[in-house]
T-cell receptor
Framework: KNEVEQSPQNLTAQEGEFITINCSYSVGISALHWLQQHPGGGIVSLFMLSSGKKKHGRLIATINIQEKHSSLHITASHPRDSAVYICAVPQGGSEKLVFGKGTKLTVNP | AAGVIQSPRHLIKEKRETATLKCYPIPRHDTVYWYQQGPGQDPQFLISFYEKMQSDKGSIPDRFSAQQFSDYHSELNMSSLELGDSALYFC?????????????FGQGTRLTVV
């Protein structure tokens, strides 16, 4: 089973700060997902990446397949970025996802 | 753009009752996944379907069953509900032919068993 570790578990930042959330996994994968979950539960897919870097607005995701590590960066953080950010990877050769414990981000104005 | 629709959004049931949760995938998405997220827990895979056939099965109790219909929507049926079934149940969909695309998630159904 693929094990997913995220850090930090909790993160508090001031508005405007640069945020980094890390994810490590134990078994080689084809792609990694970054998800955002707001209070109330709804999950939004932010990125799916298999190599290199992807950017969407103020969000940047990077992955190093050899090191089995990915990072999610948020530039110029804003209180509306406050949410739980979850890293997820496929389990073994299947399509089902194994999720990290999530990083709870709070951005204060 | 159309997203994954789940209904109901909230559901309160008593112990030993039954519940049916519905998931309507994005049009032309033929693969549906169900996940259960208990309070303070990370999501756990329950079951998935492709073209109306079960494609994978996770930690789904025998009291639960699910199916996918010809229009690709899926229903999760839960019987003899227990307090521990209280959780957020969300589904995700993707097109099987484009497996390198990301899955899209629904808003979830929050089930509370009292």
């Amino acid at each position: 089973k693929n094990e997913v570790e995220q850090s930090p578990q909790n993160l508090t930042a001031q508005e405007g700060e640069f945020i980094t959330i890390n994810c490590s996994y134990s078994v080689g994968i084809s792609a990694l997902h970054w998800l955002q979950q707001h209070p109330g539960g709804g999950i939004v897919s932010l990125f799916m990446l298999s190599s290199g870097k992807k950017k969407h607005g103020r969000l940047i995701a990077t992955i190093n397949i050899q090191e089995k590590h990915s990072s999610l960066h948020i530039t110029a953080s804003h209180p509306r970025d406050s949410a739980v950010y979850i890293c997820a990877v496929p389990q073994g050769g299947s399509e089902k996802l194994v999720f990290g414990k999530g990083t709870k981000l709070t951005v204060n104005p | 753009a159309a997203g994954v629709i789940q209904s109901p959004r909230h559901l309160i049931k008593e112990k030993r009752e039954t519940a049916t949760l519905k998931c309507y995938p994005i049009p032309r998405h033929d693969t549906v996944y169900w996940y259960q997220q208990g309070p303070g827990q990370d999501p756990q895979f329950l079951i998935s379907f492709y073209e109306k056939m079960q494609s994978d099965k996770g930690s789904i109790p025998d009291r639960f069953s699910a199916q996918q219909f010809s229009d690709y929507h899926s229903e999760l049926n839960m019987s003899s509900l227990e307090l521990g079934d209280s959780a957020l149940y969300f589904c995700a969909s993707r097109p099987r032919a484009l497996m390198n695309t990301e899955a899209f998630f629904g808003q979830g159904t929050r089930l509370t068993v009292v």
